[in-house]
């Protein structure tokens, strides 16, 4: 058996397992219904990577699909199973809220294999943009030493991105470099000695890894701990569903014992999770008492039982997946909020948000381009999240909280059915920035490292969004800010180190 085939294989007889034992847990017609459609989903994007060349031709883009059915129906599948809980349990409207991921999902897939059709030819030369990128080496595998002054610039992010002034939203835009040492590892497995010192690079990524902690502690940040775990974790499944050779037995030993020794950290990284998110409510942040927090059971159990309260009895909550850890990689409450507050809109709640919409459309714009266009747009007044806006319209709830929403529910409620032919149009256009991080000038598709730094991002929010204009801020300007940044400092450090030479092409 193909490695491919053993990830594919793996994935759908987890979810037959899980979709089993919620006949066991809840055969209510709701809870069948839901999990009906989550196998389902489980079953399609299985099919697509398998019988299609997909994860080979266009890489980002079909895992971002792949991220994108597993962190809103296959993840809350296999997790609630896990934790023998309902599928439709904690869910406003479970039937509608998987109904509507499934379709949207379909045309991701259909937009999808448009765009590959669009962009088969392999004749055909790269385009202005491709052939411009290539020549500014971002294909290019950075030194080491390079990714460690980037991951520094992405610590004084942190510090010096907060706030509202224009040097601060200038800052934050470095912060994403703080997770580059992670890819030394990487390239470590896949060039060998001749990139670093094995021993020397390991052990200062541990460091570095306890400096993120510190930070994650102080400022109250899961997100910061783990998140460069899971950028390796997910550079390895992608290239795990692109590896056609043939299945050794000692990679499938090695796997098992990566897994044995994993799964016993999953119970203390959840209680640092939890610690973490009460210290965040207190005035001390400090690290001493975040791990004095996460070190006494019955606070941590409390605050547990409290969540569950808050979704018993609370006019919103986000409590779905029990385990904070697991929970960071299912959506799946966030878009039913949102769909459920958007389908009880009045009339004068839809005219409130296609007006914020417009706001906050323009709200992009940097404030002295308002000024000049004398747009009326005040961003101050813009400082609430979408799913605040979708409470607060429908239901009354005082916006604050920053909740998540979902653009799929802003979409259906500013122009219903129709906004399936908007969002095929906005996966095309990200298709196109996906394929931007891939080299395709030789035989084998290569990810650029700005693409392996931004897979988390791409795996859990690639082809969905918070809101139309955090989308919008995407496709016109983030990304291609990010690429920029990452360039002048590849160019910089490249002044002071050794460029790497490569036999082969990777990953």
């Known amino acids: 058996m193909r490695v491919s085939s053993f990830i594919i294989l793996v994935l759908l007889l987890s ?24 196998l389902l989903t489980a079953l399609v994007i299985s099919s697509y990577i398998k019988r299609t060349d997909a994860i080979q031709t266009d890489p980002l883009s079909t895992f971002a699909i792949f991220g994108f059915a597993v962190t809103t129906q296959v ?47 392999k004749t055909a030369k790269p385009s202005m943009m491709s052939a411009l990128l290539e020549r500014a080496r971002l294909y290019e595998v950075p030194p080491s030493g390079a990714l460690w002054m980037m991951g520094w610039f992405g610590v004084l992010a942190i510090f010096f991105g907060r706030g509202d002034a224009v040097g601060s939203k200038v800052w934050d835009g470095f912060r994403f470099l703080i997770y580059t040492p992670f890819l030394i590892p990487v390239y470590l497995n896949l060039i060998g000695k001749s990139y670093a010192n094995a021993s020397r690079e390991f052990f200062f ?8 902690v510190m930070f994650g502690m102080l400022l109250g940040t899961r997100a910061i701990i783990f998140t460069g775990f899971m950028i390796i974790g997910l550079i390895y499944l992608l290239a795990g569903l692109r590896n056609n050779a043939f299945l050794k037995s000692n990679q499938i030993f090695k ?18 999770a939890t610690a973490i998110q009460i210290t965040r409510q207190s005035n ?3 690290i001493e008492h975040t791990l004095d927090v996460a070190q006494k059971p019955y606070l941590l159990e409390k605050y547990r039982a409290t969540e569950v309260t808050n979704a018993q ?54 404030q002295p ?34 909740r998540t929403g979902s653009m799929f529910a802003q979409g259906q409620a500013l122009i219903g059915p129709f906004f399936i032919v908007t969002y095929f149009m906005i996966c095309m256009a990200l298709f196109y920035l996906m394929s931007l991080l891939s080299n395709k000038s030789n ?29 919008t801020a995407f496709l016109a300007r983030n990304l291609m800010q990010s690429l920029l940044i990452y360039l002048l400092l590849f160019w910089l450090f490249r002044l002071f180190t050794k460029p790497v030479v490569l036999n082969k092409p990777v990953i």
Request: with cysteine; proline share 4%.
């Open 75 to 121: 993840g809350a599948l296999l997790f609630q199973s896990l934790a023998w809980t309902s599928l439709s349990e904690g869910l406003r409207q479970p039937i509608e809220t998987f109904a509507t991921l499934f379709v949207y999902l379909i045309v991701a897939l259909v937009a999808h294999s448009f765009f590959r059709m669009l962009t088969s030819d």
């Open 255 to 272: 796997f098992s014992v990566f897994f044995v020794l994993i799964l016993p950290l999953v119970g203390p990284a959840s209680d640092l």
């Open 15 to 38: 979810s037959l397992a899980a979709f089993i034992a919620q006949l066991l847990i809840d055969f209510s017609t709701v809870n069948i219904a839901t999990s009906c459609l989550a």
């Open 205 to 212: 990524l541990a460091a570095w890894f306890s400096l993120l």
């Open 443 to 471: 035989s084998v598709v290569t990810l650029s490292p700005p693409g392996l730094l931004l897979i988390w991002s791409f795996f859990i929010s690639g082809i969905t969004a918070e809101s139309l204009h955090q989308m």
């Open 313 to 366: 009895y609370g006019a919103y909550d986000e409590a779905y997946i029990s385990n904070p850890i697991f929970k960071r990689f299912v959506e799946t409450k966030f878009h039913d909020n949102a769909l459920y507050f958007s389908s009880k809109l009045s009339d004068g709640g839809k005219e409130a948000l296609a007006e914020k919409t417009s706001d906050l459309l323009f709200g992009i714009l940097p």
């Open 369 to 402: 381009f308002l000024d000049f266009l004398k747009i009326d747009v005040d961003k101050l007044t813009l400082r609430s999240s979408m799913g605040d806006y979708l409470a607060n319209f429908s239901s009354g709830i005082p916006l604050g909280g920053y």
């Open 284 to 286: 001390d942040r400090s």
